[in-house]
């Protein structure tokens, strides 16, 4: 485990800089780092090979948590810590700080960044489906002075695979202001206490008037097609009051629905029991949370 | 090679390094400290390495050792005051918290920045803020107990005590 050779090391202080940097070199041989707690691996195992590694850790325009009239925007260059200390991110963002409180380790959220995990998107994360589950937009910059935005339904494309070009810099995951009573939640489970997750689930409902369910996205992680939305209980949780057996149903049905795997760490079937288990827990405290409670 | 400049336990370093070196060995190789332990073939699972950062604890194979240019590092040699072993130190002596002392460092330094941001800690919080730290020994127990002492003697001793 030890880095192959590093030809140069780049540290710019702003966007522009960080993407002329990266444009200097050919595709694949240059790479971005930001906080490092994946990347490093990736590159101590030999998996990443970067020539040149530009480190963003002075690009200060990247860090920051801003609210602005209920809209959020989120640097990629925000740490773990700093979305799990953020008290604001409750409610409808209350997910962000579920899943970022359980990164890892003390020591990891200190370092490591929302951007980085998302760029990253490797299956078990929780990140990816925690930004896919809360329907982020991922604002990408390129050198060339162009931008876009991209729905995170269309930012993961599958494990260690988004819709970022290398020559793009991924500037920030952004909302705007949510619909009155909606709620969030994730939550995972993992061998051992904030491991990485065998399973994540992330669900977003938002409740009409009258207390049943409108709108509803559930977003999972640890699964071996890497992030993804779970349609089937995402249909059954809307018109639904959250009721107890209800939310089963929505579970009972994203297990059916959705393909499992077995590994080391949890075999197929008990992948589906973990959806059932943690997607109801997770469900009950979306809908608590967006009827304030 | 890239030439850094980085403040080590209060004293700044001006070293020429492989751009691909790692924190942990920048500190072990270059600069002889080594307190810093490497428990698991820089993997980034053992916790023994954990130095801090500008004041928050890392683990230093997590990061290339250029990244640390122009930061200050604090690694457990910079951990004692000028009088000796500070509270957190003396817990883990008293309260039995090692017993081959491996992983030690890396806890005294992940637990001295813990305690500076939580001065009274639950037990769950002591064993939450442990889990980047494996000690193949203890079992925990005295691990916890040492800190949950230590903080108590730091919010009942002089304000200003280095932990």
Redesign the interface.
Known sequence: MYPSVIEEYLRPGSVSEALAAIARYDEGEAMFLAGGQSAMQAMKSRMLRPQCVVDLQDVAELRGIVHDNGALRIGAMTRYVDIAGETTLDGAFGALRDAAAHVGDRQVRNRGTIGGSVCWNYVASCMPAVVLGLGGTLELAAADGGTRRLDADDFFLGPLETARREDEILLAVSWPAPAARSGSAYKKWGLVRDALPVVGVCITVTLGDDGHCTQARVALSGLAGGCQRAPAGEELLRGGNGDTAALARAMDAIADSVETHSDMSADADYRRQLIRSIGSEVAATAFARARGG | M?TITVTVNGTSYEESV???M?LVDFLRDRLALTGTHVGC????VC?AC?VH?DG????S????A??A?GHAVTTVEGLAGADGPGPLQRAFSNSHGLQCGFCTPGILM?MS??LARHPDPSDEEI???L???LCRCTGYVHIVRAVREAAREMREGASGVQA
């Open positions: 890239k492989p751009e691909r790692l073939t820089y993997e980034g916790g954990t950062l928050e604890a890392v683990k194979c997590m990061m290339l250029v990244q240019d992940n920045d813990f064993r939450s803020g889990v980047g730290n």
